[in-house]
């Protein structure tokens, strides 16, 4: 009897062991899905990372804008009692002058220089963009203005720095603002196409159309007299009677623009 006890005994502490040894690997794998909550975690973070990109991609790719993203300049009838309350300020402290433009016009550099055969000392740009094209394949155009400062070191009058500007005297020009300029672009005249000349204060203000290769040059000049700097500020438009927003949209902005201009000194 004894010898069969003992017997039991160790088959069931065999039998015993062996169980714990074929439960062994079981108790291993069920502890993998606590190993799968890191490779979980990055998943979920992984979208919050890349839904950040929309936010900067804008500053980027301003001037080709995505037709179905576009947000065009106000969507305003010609008119030139445009409402500009809500328009940012464009302030140089440096050279000494503001303007303001409207909300949705991106101000950058490197962009454009003003159409003009010197050299800036400073040039800044104010951009934006506008649906042209059909219905079917829409394209965006990017329409920039430019503010500069050039240097008067010779104390020119303004007429006489346009005169060397243009190389013609622009009194012979037929009068006009951006609106007849606008349209003399529309009739397919080329060159120098309108010109406005008045003093406001002690400011020297000409304003220059000209017109090449279906864009339309518009230019503010603004000269203090004794001041070392002259000014401009110009819009290059590609005109383009189906865009929207239309020219003479752009046409009334940009007037408004020239009108807001600031010498701070």
């Avoid at 400011?203 to 518009?218: C, I, K, P, Q």
């Amino acid at each position: 009897m004894k010898r069969l006890f003992v017997a039991a005994i160790i088959t069931v502490a065999f039998i015993s062991a062996g169980l714990i040894w074929l439960l062994a690997p079981r108790f291993g794998t069920s502890q993998q899905p606590t190993a799968v909550v890191s490779p979980t975690s990055s998943a979920v973070s992984s979208p919050q990372r890349t839904s950040v990109q929309p936010t900067t991609a804008p500053s980027a790719s301003f001037s080709q804008a995505s037709p179905a993203t576009f947000t065009p300049t106000e969507n305003l009838a010609a008119s030139s009692t445009i409402d500009t309350s809500n328009w940012k300020t464009y302030r140089n402290e440096k050279y000494g002058f503001q303007l303001r433009y409207p909300t949705n016009w991106l101000l950058t550099a490197n962009v454009a220089e003003p159409d003009i055969p010197y050299s800036p000392l400073h040039v800044d740009n104010i951009v934006s963009v506008r649906k042209v094209g059909s219905a079917s394949y829409p394209e965006s155009q990017t329409v920039p203005a430019s503010a500069a400062v050039y240097l008067n070191s010779s104390n020119l009058s303004l007429s006489e720095w346009l005169s060397g500007v243009y190389g013609k005297e622009l009194s012979k020009v037929k009068p006009g603002r951006i609106q007849q300029a606008l349209a003399s672009a529309y009739a397919g005249t080329e060159g120098t196409v309108s010109f406005n000349e008045l003093r406001s204060g002690d400011v020297d203000v000409a304003e220059v159309g000209r017109v090449s290769g279906g864009v339309l040059f518009y230019s503010g000049f603004f000269a203090k007299n004794k001041s070392p700097y002259l000014y401009v500020v110009e819009l290059r438009l590609t005109f383009n009677k189906s865009a929207e927003p239309a020219d003479a949209v752009y046409a009334d902005m940009f007037g408004q623009m020239l009108s807001s201009f600031l010498m701070l000194n």
